[in-house]
């Protein structure tokens, strides 16, 4: 399997593409086509565990990476989740699923493909015959930076930096991020939002003189963020399986089409759903649920995307974002795969802040997507309300999809929808991730430390909390840099020496 770059020209196998993370002309890699799963192995998936079915489907993308060691470094990655299964499914109302994949080692979904991706990069080095260091750069509204820090954890071979927002995050990821362990890895924060930070990872990818100064001292660059395709193909695996455990536990029979409703950011959670059901998956609709940050919601509405508009900082704020990079992706699909008119609109969105669609594109994409968004109060309400008759707590940010998941279901009822599909309400984190924002929710009473928090909510709740969360308290925080856009780089040269 060969990736071509979203603007054109640069064409790369799987291994470059999880290397390079990013193509040279700035653009995205994209699988030259989408290799289809057929009935049989559909069948075939039924009967296996997480790791095998996603082995089955990653060798379809990374074809050069054998599928037995595959397996293996799947089976480690994922044997670190809780209770050996690493997205469970669970069933909280006729037609009402939760998809948690927060449990793995930092409580967020981002460990479903960063536990893995440091295998993929290593092997990915070793199948182009790299010798040099790696470095990781990794830009994060919170999650990103906790997973891909301890995913690549003392790996030989590689450093690691997350790069966030100083004010942009919850001080649970805050605390996460400042007191991780390892010798390979750096933390800093930026004074800005999570766009500022995005927008300064990518103008290092794009530096020649920057990747220059990082080869002179034996490193090359590469990203976690999903705008690699290393982080974004494994994160596929999940909607197959929810899919394969709803057929196994006789919800559904196969071929039955289901929605999936998912909180988004960045646009790579969502744009895996896609890819998955460009593969063959029967998804019927794709529900984007965004906070009041809302640019795709408009989006979706209009086919314009404008990020001129103010900049929300929100009780979830892993969706804080205003530029999301993997919608670039999509629209090269819409385009059909017209990679001059993608390179067109991305030179529009960094010079303007917006881009538009054509109708037909629009047309297109409203067969696949519905778009919706909850503000802190519609959020506040629908976690409360949740937890009242469910006795669920959801974090901030799957009360957002959540929220958008019963408009979405209301609308259809109010328009005589003859079917109602099954929906699966994809839960992106631990509601222990953001303490004061989910105690607030389920008590209206606020409380300013986090592990408070926790422990009010655990009294509340009884949900177990996670043994990660709980050993930050003691541990000290190591990284406390603060700077600006303009003096990352040359923070990342002092990192790497």
Same mark, same amino acid.
Do not use: W
């Given at each position: 399997?060969?990736?071509?770059?979203?603007?054109?020209?640069?064409?790369?196998?799987?291994? &470059?593409?999880?290397?390079?993370?990013?193509?040279?002309?700035? @653009?995205?890699?994209? =699988?030259?086509?989408?290799?289809?799963?057929?009935?049989?192995?559909?069948?075939?998936?039924?009967?296996?565990?997480?790791?095998?079915? #996603?082995?089955?489907?990653?060798?379809?993308?990374?074809?050069?990476?054998?599928?037995?060691?595959?397996?293996?470094?799947?089976?480690?990655?994922?044997?670190?989740?809780?209770?050996?299964? #690493?997205?469970?499914?669970?069933?909280?109302?006729?037609?009402?699923?939760?998809? +948690?994949?927060?449990?793995? =080692?930092?409580?967020?979904?981002?460990?479903? #493909?960063?536990?893995?991706?440091?295998?993929?990069?290593?092997?990915?080095? +070793?199948?182009? @015959?790299?010798?040099?260091?790696?470095?990781?750069? %990794? %830009?994060?509204?919170?999650? /990103?930076?906790?997973?891909? !820090? +301890?995913?690549?954890?003392?790996?030989?071979?590689?450093?690691?930096?997350?790069?966030?927002?100083?004010? @942009?995050?919850?001080?649970?990821?805050?605390? &996460?991020? @400042? /007191?991780? +362990?390892?010798?390979?890895?750096?933390?800093?924060?930026?004074?800005?939002?999570?766009?500022?930070?995005?927008?300064?990872?990518?103008?290092?990818? %794009?530096?020649?003189?920057?990747?220059?100064?990082?080869?002179?001292?034996?490193?090359?660059?590469?990203?976690?963020?999903?705008?690699?395709?290393?982080?974004?193909? =494994?994160?596929?695996? $999940?909607?197959?399986? #929810?899919?394969?455990?709803?057929?196994?536990?006789?919800?559904?029979?196969?071929?039955?089409?289901?929605?999936?409703?998912?909180?988004?950011?960045?646009?790579?959670?969502? !744009?895996?759903?896609?890819?998955?059901?460009?593969?063959?998956?029967?998804?019927?609709?794709?529900?984007?649920?965004?906070?009041?940050?809302?640019?795709?919601?408009?989006?979706?509405?209009?086919?314009? *995307?404008?990020?001129?508009?103010?900049?929300?900082?929100?009780?979830?704020?892993?969706?804080?974002?205003?530029?999301?990079?993997? !919608?670039?992706? !999509?629209?090269?699909?819409?385009?059909?795969?017209? %990679?001059?008119?993608?390179?067109?609109?991305?030179?529009?969105?960094?010079?303007?802040?917006?881009?538009?669609?054509?109708?037909?594109?629009?047309?297109?994409?409203?067969?696949?997507?519905?778009?919706?968004?909850?503000?802190?109060?519609? /959020?506040?309400?629908?976690?409360?309300? *949740?937890?009242?008759?469910?006795? *669920?707590?959801?974090?901030?940010?799957?009360?957002?999809?959540?929220?958008?998941?019963?408009? $979405?279901?209301?609308?259809?009822?109010?328009?005589?929808?003859?079917?109602?599909?099954?929906?699966?309400?994809?839960?992106?984190?631990? =509601?222990?991730?953001?303490?004061?924002?989910?105690?607030?929710?389920?008590?209206?009473?606020?409380?300013?430390?986090?592990?408070?928090?926790?422990?009010?909510?655990?009294?509340?709740?009884?949900?177990?909390?996670?043994?990660?969360?709980?050993?930050?308290? *003691?541990?000290?925080?190591?990284?406390?840099?603060?700077?600006?856009?303009?003096?990352?780089?040359?923070?990342?040269?002092?990192?790497?020496?």
């Amino acid at each position: 399997m060969d990736y071509i770059s979203t603007r054109g020209g640069e064409r790369a196998t799987g291994a &470059q593409a999880v290397v390079k993370g990013i193509a040279g002309d700035g @653009g995205l890699f994209v =699988p030259e086509r989408f290799p289809a799963v057929s009935d049989r192995e559909m069948e075939e998936m039924l009967g296996m565990d997480y790791p095998e079915r #996603a082995a089955l489907l990653l060798v379809k993308y990374f074809d050069e990476y054998e599928r037995g060691e595959l397996l293996e470094a799947l089976k480690s990655a994922y044997s670190r989740f809780d209770d050996g299964d #690493a997205a469970p499914l669970v069933r909280v109302d006729e037609g009402m699923y939760l998809l +948690e994949l927060f449990h793995g =080692p930092t409580c967020a979904f981002k460990d479903m #493909a960063l536990t893995v991706l440091p295998y993929l990069l290593k092997k990915g080095c +070793e199948i182009n @015959g790299i010798a040099e260091d790696v470095l990781v750069l %990794a %830009a994060t509204s919170g999650d /990103t930076g906790k997973a891909a !820090l +301890e995913g690549f954890r003392d790996k030989a071979g590689v450093k690691i930096m997350a790069i966030y927002p100083d004010d @942009g995050v919850s001080k649970m990821q805050k605390l &996460q991020m @400042g /007191t991780q +362990e390892g010798d390979n890895v750096n933390v800093l924060a930026v004074k800005g939002n999570f766009d500022d930070c995005q927008r300064t990872v990518k103008k290092i990818f %794009a530096s020649e003189e920057c990747k220059t100064k990082l080869r002179e001292r034996g490193y090359l660059l590469s990203s976690a963020n999903s705008i690699n395709i290393g982080r974004l193909v =494994p994160q596929i695996v $999940y909607y197959f399986s #929810a899919y394969l455990d709803l057929v196994s536990s006789s919800q559904i029979s196969m071929g039955d089409r289901v929605d999936f409703a998912v909180p988004t950011g960045n646009f790579g959670n969502i !744009l895996a759903a896609y890819y998955a059901k460009r593969m063959g998956l029967p998804v019927g609709k794709l529900i984007c649920a965004s906070n009041r940050n809302n640019v795709l919601t408009e989006f979706f509405a209009r086919g314009v *995307y404008d990020g001129n508009r103010p900049f929300y900082k929100t009780m979830s704020p892993s969706m804080d974002i205003l530029i999301s990079s993997n !919608l670039e992706r !999509l629209i090269f699909e819409l385009s059909g795969r017209n %990679a001059a008119l993608t390179a067109e609109r991305m030179k529009s969105l960094s010079e303007t802040g917006k881009y538009a669609l054509r109708p037909e594109e629009l047309q297109a994409m409203g067969k696949t997507f519905r778009a919706g968004y909850a503000d802190e109060d519609d /959020t506040v309400d629908c976690m409360y309300d *949740y937890f009242m008759e469910y006795g *669920y707590p959801l974090d901030t940010h799957t009360g957002v999809a959540m929220c958008v998941a019963q408009k $979405y279901l209301e609308k259809r009822r109010k328009d005589g929808q003859p079917e109602i599909r099954p929906l699966v309400v994809v839960a992106t984190a631990s =509601p222990y991730k953001f303490p004061q924002a989910v105690y607030y929710a389920l008590t209206g009473n606020d409380v300013k430390d986090s592990f408070k928090g926790i422990k009010r909510i655990h009294l509340l709740t009884a949900m177990k909390v996670p043994e990660s969360l709980k050993e930050i308290r *003691y541990k000290p925080v190591r990284f406390k840099t603060v700077t600006t856009c303009d003096k990352v780089f040359s923070e990342v040269l002092s990192f790497v020496g």
